[in-house]
């Protein structure tokens, strides 16, 4: 073990003291509050023309990496299925210590480096975009804003300006590399951008109907010790999103992602009855499997909570945005039925490693 908990620094307030009671009266995430959805999609859209630019600016590149950790990782994986799905062009997805420890032999003057983070200032990320830019390759800091510590540092700097933290980094991304692969003569850049430009009209009156099945759902799985979280193809990095970010960091919740394509190498054994299973329903080729996967384990008596995008018929290429709507309510209701802040840690940011 490399690291050391440094026990001055933590910050013991939440074991004493009186209980704050959280009710949707005095409590929702920045990230959720009313508007913010629509002003980060504005946001993003509003500069399309700088992100054509960085397109231009990074389409010359052979590789392209990206580096980020926590959500800043997961938001990578969408970005790399398209371009290995429906593409030659070789973009690689890192954590911000995975990319430390290796330090790609291909990082250099032919390549084109994404460096995300909310903040801007997170460590292992930053040290990553200074290693990266000494190898003579072209960097690009993704953050809120421009002006970040990060976008300091790195060749070109993009803020998406925006509360809605995730969609605000994805939307970017989809700008980005759709600008990327469309210079490089791959359709699918089309479809990247085309799905951005309808999120407006798609993403926002899914709310409603999102938060009232969430509800009763956050309420279900208040006692709940493990869920497990289903997902594969494009929506593999949502799954690890709301399995390892959502449910452990913010809920306090133990929580395993799977990917489908190997659920029966070992998961099968554990989804027994009265376990806990979210499903993550794609629109790519695993629909067979993914359904004979889902109906096995109803038969099995496994507690099964499928989303679908709303029933929507989208494009596959979209579905990391709509069920993330779907899921950010079921992480906030269930947050509120275990009187979990979201915005507050026992650890995180107060232990030293």
């Known amino acids: 073990m490399t690291g050391f908990i440094d026990f001055d620094r933590v910050d013991r307030s939440s074991m004493s003291g009186p209980v704050r009671y959280l009710e949707e009266a005095n409590y929702c995430p920045y990230w959720l509050q009313d508007g913010a959805l629509e002003s980060t999609l504005d946001s993003v859209l509003s500069k399309r023309e700088d992100v054509e630019d960085l397109a231009e600016a990074l389409s010359s590149g052979s590789r392209f990496y990206m580096v980020g950790s926590g959500g800043s990782y997961s938001v990578q994986h969408p970005i790399r299925y398209a371009a290995e799905?429906?593409?030659?062009?070789?973009?690689?997805?890192?954590?911000?210590?995975?990319?430390?420890?290796?330090?790609?032999?291909?990082?250099?003057?032919?390549?084109?480096?994404?460096?995300?983070?909310?903040?801007?200032?997170?460590?292992?990320?930053?040290r990553g975009l200074e290693w990266a830019k000494?190898?003579?390759?072209?960097?690009?800091?993704?953050?809120?804003?421009?002006?970040?510590?990060?976008?300091?540092?790195?060749?070109?700097?993009?803020?998406?300006?925006?509360?809605?933290?995730?969609?605000?980094?994805?939307?970017?991304?989809y700008l980005l590399f759709?600008?990327?692969?469309?210079?490089?003569?791959?359709?699918?850049?089309?479809?990247?951008?085309?799905?951005?430009?309808?999120?407006?009209?798609?993403?926002?009156?899914?709310?409603?109907?999102?938060?009232?099945?969430?509800?009763?759902?956050?309420?279900?799985?208040?006692?709940?010790d493990e869920v497990f979280v289903v997902g594969g193809g494009v929506n593999w990095g949502?799954?690890?999103?709301?399995?390892?970010?959502?449910?452990?960091?913010?809920?306090?919740?133990?929580?395993?992602?799977?990917?489908?394509?190997?659920?029966?190498?070992?998961?099968?054994?554990?989804?027994t009855p009265e376990r806990v299973a979210v499903f993550l329903r794609g629109r790519g080729g695993q629909r067979e499997n993914e359904e004979n996967i889902i109906e096995w384990c109803r038969g099995n008596g496994v507690d099964c909570l499928v989303y679908d995008s709303q029933g929507m018929d989208v494009d596959d290429l979209a579905t990391p945005f709509t069920l993330f709507v779907e899921l950010e309510w079921l992480g906030y209701y269930l947050s509120l039925a275990r009187n979990r802040d979201m915005e507050q840690w026992r650890h995180y940011d107060k232990v030293a490693f």
């Open 178 to 224: 759709g600008g990327i692969l469309r210079k490089k003569g791959h359709p699918v850049g089309d479809r990247m951008i085309e799905v951005v430009e309808h999120l407006p009209r798609l993403l926002p009156p899914m709310t409603t109907q999102a938060k009232k099945s969430a509800k009763p759902a956050g309420l279900d799985l208040k006692d709940e």
């Open 85 to 126: 799905k429906h593409t030659d062009v070789p973009v690689k997805s890192f954590s911000g210590w995975e990319f430390l420890e290796m330090r790609p032999s291909g990082v250099d003057e032919d390549a084109a480096c994404v460096f995300i983070s909310h903040s801007g200032t997170t460590k292992e990320v930053l």
């Open 238 to 271: 949502l799954a690890y999103q709301f399995a390892v970010c959502t449910l452990q960091e913010m809920c306090w919740v133990h929580a395993t992602p799977i990917d489908f394509s190997e659920w029966r190498h070992g998961p099968l054994e554990m989804f």
């Open 134 to 173: 000494k190898r003579g390759a072209a960097t690009l800091s993704l953050t809120e804003r421009t002006d970040s510590q990060m976008g300091k540092v790195a060749r070109h700097s993009f803020g998406y300006d925006g509360k809605a933290v995730t969609v605000g980094k994805l939307t970017a991304l």
